[in-house]
């Protein structure tokens, strides 16, 4: 699996949910995109393609939106 930093610096985008990770993988994930990719503003979290595919485990669904809640708002930390 490639660095998400690399990802990030490439597309713009990163695909983090998954249909293998456990949720504590995709919270740790969700927080290294948003350490990466939010500094400086105007970064918006989200489902890709503006829908979940409904074969993502419900629980890394809420991981994400947690952890974005929790760690998301402006300004960005990133320490915990």
Do not use: C, Q
Not at 54 to 79: C, H, K, L, Q, W
């Amino acid at each position: 699996m490639r660095p998400i930093s690399e990802i990030a610096r490439n597309t713009k985008t990163v695909t983090i949910i998954g249909l293998t990770l456990w949720p504590f993988t995709v919270r740790r994930r969700v927080r290294e995109v948003l350490s990466i990719m939010a500094p400086g503003g105007g970064y918006v979290a989200g489902a890709s393609h503006d829908f979940i595919l409904e074969e993502t485990p419900v629980e890394n669904v809420v991981a994400m939106f947690d952890t974005v809640e929790e760690f998301g708002r402006y300004p960005i930390t990133t320490s915990s």
